[in-house]
């Protein structure tokens, strides 16, 4: 049984950096393709961040997020830095189960954790 277990959501100041992990378990793949997703309020839930051998980023966040598999310890992270008030929301991580569509799209992915909250503000 799959299961997503986010961490490091917080609050921090414009400008500053967070760490989220994602401690990962029953995954069947060794190179299993994960992302990062978030969803503010009254927002769709959009893709940060995925990697499988590769990472991939959206434009909104390259240069700032960092995407990394901890491969000894199952975990997914995701650091951040030079945050902005608009990367406020719930962060998911998520495991993907389909390979019929690009990977920002969220009916990619089978598997979800419940979230971690990410507030940014001057």
């Known amino acids: 049984q799959v299961e997503l277990v986010e961490s490091g959501g917080g609050s921090v100041q414009v400008g500053g950096s967070l760490r989220l992990s994602c401690r990962t378990s029953?995954?069947?793949?060794?190179?299993?393709?994960l992302a990062w997703f978030r969803q503010a309020p009254g927002k769709e839930r959009e893709g940060v961040a995925y990697?499988?051998?590769?990472?991939l980023y959206a434009d909104s966040v390259k240069g700032r997020f960092t995407i990394s598999l901890d491969n000894y310890n199952n975990t997914l992270n995701l650091q951040m830095n030079n945050l902005k008030r608009e990367d406020t929301a719930m962060y998911y991580c998520?495991?993907?189960?389909?390979?019929?569509?690009?990977?920002?799209?969220?009916?990619?992915?089978?598997?979800w954790g419940k979230g971690t909250q990410v507030t940014v503000s001057s």
């Open positions: 998520a495991a993907r189960g389909r390979r019929n569509g690009y990977w920002v799209e969220p009916g990619q992915y089978s598997y």
């Open positions: 029953g995954l069947s793949e060794s190179a299993p393709r």
């Open positions: 990697i499988h051998l590769g990472p």
